[in-house]
């Protein structure tokens, strides 16, 4: 591709000689024919001895070479992959070795792989790609343009929107972790809700989404779950949501528009994060909490970063309180001896 026609796409200034492009690689590693980016201060002076063809740079990076000006680089990097590396979709139609209920609605467009499973009243929608190995229980909804990449099971009754990208091996709509302990056993309480997935959705690979036990388990529009991510039954996950690798989410949780959570996050029964707040990894919390609008917490039990940080020093300087309270005691074991 040209870098002419690639700015035009872009809706960017191109400064330079009109190279041609075919590959995107790091500054570091780049050459002639690569696109790169300059991200950040600590990219600029590996931008200057970069080899890279084009690089897609910020207006205060300086020129005398190829450059396409844009207001966010590494926004604009991504869009350019799109463009240089664009997504091979399989021709619509099904696969011989597929089962595909007679009840079943599959628009024209779709494309069923190898060995899926499709049951009664499903309906799928056009352009939709549902990879080999994939399993759609009865019931199901699933806009237009998705992509369920190989070995996703959908329960009964799950709804996804248009756009949603489901990474292999995930569940939606497994039964929600509900018991009662009747004469001293455990009984299962009938889960008999749904999932509903909106538009942009994408969830990785191996995470689970319950549903809920009597209504619904929402994902909004927009948000991204990282690899093996548990939702629990009854959650309700707004918009635009980012959540990492190894975060769980108990029963009845409340997750507002735009929060960020990391890693290996643990939020216990009907906690409620508002919009805009950040979940520190590793962090837990606790039952019903409320973390407020905007509030960045860490640490378990999750506490206002600023706290979280002053009892991380706190705790550094126990060894040397602990060897001072020793010398006080040897000093007055020596008074009381005299």
């Known amino acids: ?21 075919s590959t995107a690689a790091s500054l570091e590693v780049a050459e002639a024919g690569d696109l790169s980016f300059v991200g950040g201060k600590k990219a600029l002076a590996q931008a200057h001895e970069s080899r890279a063809g084009c690089l897609l740079a910020g207006a205060d990076f300086p020129g005398g070479r190829t450059l396409i000006r844009v207001a966010d680089a590494r926004a604009a990097f991504a869009h350019a992959l799109r463009m240089l590396y664009p997504v091979l979709r399989p021709a619509p139609g099904i696969d011989k070795s597929a089962v595909v209920a007679v009840g079943a609605a599959v628009d024209s467009d779709a494309s069923i792989g190898p060995h899926c ?45 248009s756009r949603v990208v489901l990474h292999s091996g995930c569940v939606l709509g497994a039964d929600g972790f509900g018991y009662a302990m009747v004469d001293g056993r455990y009984e299962k309480f009938p889960q008999i809700g749904t999932v509903e997935i909106g538009d942009d959705v994408e969830i990785g690979a191996n995470a689970c989404v319950d549903r809920a036990a009597l209504g619904v388990t929402r994902i909004g529009n927009g948000t991204k779950l990282d690899n093996l991510v548990h939702v629990g039954h009854n959650c309700q996950i707004g918009k635009h949501v980012v959540v990492a690798a190894q975060t769980g989410f108990s029963g009845g949780v409340i997750i507002e528009d735009h929060a960020v959570i990391g890693g290996q996050v643990g939020i216990g029964d009907k906690a409620r994060i508002e919009s805009g707040a950040v979940l520190g990894s590793g962090c837990g919390i606790l039952t019903s909490k409320i973390v407020r609008k905007g509030q960045v917490v860490w640490g378990t039990p999750a506490r206002p970063l600023k706290e979280y940080l002053v009892q991380l020093a706190n705790l550094a300087r126990l060894p040397k309180l602990r060897d001072e309270v020793g010398e006080l005691r040897k000093q007055v074991a020596e008074l009381r001896g005299k």
């Open 1 to 21: 591709m040209r870098v002419s026609e690639l700015a035009g796409l872009l809706g960017a200034v191109l400064e330079g000689d009109d190279v041609e492009v």
């Open 117 to 161: 499973t499709i049951a009664d009243d499903v309906r799928i929608g056009p352009r939709t790609v549902i990879a080999a190995g994939c399993t759609i229980g009865a019931g199901c909804r699933i806009g237009s343009d998705c992509v369920l990449q190989p070995n996703v099971t959908l329960y009964e009754r799950v709804t996804i929107g």
